[in-house]
C-alpha cells in the first residue's frame, strides 16, 4: 500500500500510516466486547494522533536550541526524540490495525511552541524544554507506567514497554536539561522562570486532564489487557505524579514549587478540581 494524502471534509490534513505500521499478535489477548474494542480502537487511534504531534514539539525546539548554543550533548536528544515520536505513532496505528481498526485519523491543529521572545535565547529554550520535558513528559511516563503495569507477558506488553523505555528517556532529558541550565539563571531570570513555571502546571492541567475523561467503559475485563486506563484513575494518577515526582525535583533546584502549583491550579479551576 503506498502512503496516501488526504484531508477530510473540514480541509484538515489527514494522518494514514496503514502503510508503515505493523499490527502486533495480539492472539493470545483477551477478546474484547464490541463495545471495548471500539473503545481501544479509539483509545489507541487518539495515541497514534497525540504521539504524531509530540514529534512535530520536539522537532521544534531544536532550532530553539541552536540558537541558544546549547550543548551538543542535548542537542542530539531533541531530533532522536522527535524520531522516537514518530515511531511512537507507528505503533500505535499497528495496534489500532490490531484491533480491526482504521489507521487514518485527521490531523489537530497545533500552535506553534513559544518562542518567548520577551526573554534571552536560553531563558526561552528553558521554559519549553521545563514544559516538554520535565512536565509533559514525566506525566507521561506515569501514566503509561501503569498501563503497562496491568498488561500479562505478550506482544502489546512488550510494545508498550519500548513506548514507555523511550518516554523515560525524554523525561530525563529534560530534567538534564533543566538541572544544567537553572543554575546559571540570574536572580531575575529565576524570578521569570519561577512566575512561568505556574503558567507551565496550568497548562498541563488544560491540555492533559481533558484527555482523560471520566466517562464510563464497558463492563469487560479485555480492556485492561489492551491498553484501556480508566479516566478516574489516570485523573488521580496526573495528580499523584504532579505532587510527588515533578514538585520535589523542582524544589530541589530552588523553585516555589509548591506555591507555583497552588497558583496553577488557581488559573486552571475547576478542571484542577481533583
Known amino acids: 500500500m503506498n502512503p496516501t494524502f488526504a484531508a477530510d471534509p473540514a480541509g484538515r490534513p489527514v494522518l494514514d ?8 499478535d495480539l492472539s493470545d489477548a483477551p477478546a474484547p466486547s464490541p463495545e471495548a474494542r471500539a473503545v481501544a480502537i479509539r483509545t489507541w487511534k487518539g ?34 526524540a ?10 500505535c496505528a499497528g495496534v489500532v490495525l490490531a484491533l480491526g481498526g482504521d489507521a487514518r485519523a485527521p490531523l489537530p491543529t497545533l500552535s506553534p511552541l513559544p518562542q518567548h521572545d520577551d526573554v534571552g535565547p536560553l531563558e526561552g529554550f528553558l521554559r519549553n524544554i521545563l ?14 507506567r ?79 489487557q489492551l491498553g484501556v486506563c480508566a479516566g478516574a484513575d489516570a485523573r488521580r494518577l496526573f495528580f499523584d505524579c504532579v ?9 530541589g533546584l530552588g523553585f516555589d514549587a509548591a506555591g507555583a502549583w497552588a497558583e496553577a491550579r488557581r488559573r486552571a479551576a475547576p478542571l484542577a478540581a481533583r
Open 131 to 144: 514544559s516538554v520535558g520535565c512536565l509533559s513528559e514525566t506525566v507521561a511516563v506515569a501514566l503509561i
Open 82 to 91: 522527535a524520531s522516537d515520536e514518530l515511531r511512537h505513532a507507528e505503533q
Open 146 to 224: 501503569a498501563e503497562h503495569a496491568e498488561l500479562t507477558p505478550g506482544p502489546l506488553r512488550e510494545l508498550l514497554g519500548t513506548i514507555l523505555a523511550d518516554e523515560i528517556q525524554h523525561a530525563r532529558l529534560g530534567w538534564t536539561a533543566l538541572g544544567l541550565i537553572a543554575p546559571k539563571l540570574d536572580a531575575a531570570a529565576k524570578a521569570r522562570t519561577q512566575a512561568y513555571l505556574a503558567v507551565a502546571l496550568a497548562h498541563q492541567i488544560e491540555h492533559e486532564l481533558p484527555l482523560l475523561p471520566v466517562v464510563a467503559l464497558p463492563d469487560d475485563p479485555a480492556l485492561p
Open 17 to 24: 500510516l496503514r502503510a508503515v505500521a505493523r499490527p502486533p
Open 47 to 80: 495515541r497514534m494522533v497525540n504521539e504524531h504531534a509530540s514529534a512535530q514539539v520536539w522537532a521544534s525546539l531544536l532550532p530553539q536550541a541552536m540558537r541558544a548554543a546549547v550543548p551538543p550533548a542535548l542537542l542530539v536528544g531533541l531530533p532522536a
Open 243 to 251: 505532587e510527588g515526582a515533578i514538585l520535589p525535583p523542582l524544589a
